[in-house]
């Protein structure tokens, strides 16, 4: 038992040092594809288009803004008959010059060129559904008593939806996916919220491009389908197409309102 404890221990002290040899031989000895990455994501009410344009580092390399960051890629957005420039206004943002009136349902197509590598994503601002009605819940949660509203909704477009309390400090976390939309209701549930007045309740509705769906899945879901040597979320899919590239390109439309205005 003794020599066989002895002989582990001597097997975990080789794997440790061979795993500093491989730290100071990985960035040397693996191949390296640089990858342009793409953020945008623009609403109803936005004044004008943007994008953030960057590109990745190697696994080992310090990551900072200054290492990522990308001035000269050219930047199109065409929608309609028109083209319009996105300009470079510091760090890695891409912005479009004029003053803008987006529009529901109007396809934007995104165009980035930096190098060799070309990536390209459209999108639309959905339309939002309509609210058919919004009933209470009571419910009880990590041992209090709390409220959801439950909104009955009815959507012309497909895509992802959240509805919160504009007070409450909420992520991307909680999104339900409107898949079907031929004479067909949702069902939204709000976050939890304390506050039993409806009057002094106000909510947000945001309705997202469904193509954000892959990437919410991906991102914060966990799942994958990158294979079976992967794990959930290390395959983060995004809807920007091209050679080495990734990214999400994205429009989205919102509501405020009053729960009250519409509760039964």
Known sequence: ???????LILIITA????????EQSVDSNLPYVEKLIIQGQFGINSRNLSVSVTKSLPPLEELTLEKVTIKDAV???????????????GQSIYVSEDTLTLEEGVEYRLEVKWKDKVATASTTIPILPEIISVKEKKIRKWG?????YEFTIKSRDKGMIKISE???NYSDYGFQLIDKIDNEYKIVL?????????NNISFEMVLTDIQYYPYYQTRYEGDSDGGIFNNGGLNVEGNVKGNNVFGIWLGSNYLIGNIETYLK
């Open 166 to 168: 504009t007070d409450y």
């Open 144 to 148: 209090f008593d709390q409220i959801t």
């Open 190 to 198: 709000t976050d939890p919220i304390y506050d039993e007045n409806p």
């Open 15 to 22: 794997f440790l040092s061979s795993c500093d040899d491989l």
């Open 1 to 7: 038992m003794k020599k066989s404890f002895i002989v």
């Open 75 to 89: 930047c199109k957005v065409y929608y309609k008959d028109k083209v319009m420039n996105l300009i470079h206004q």
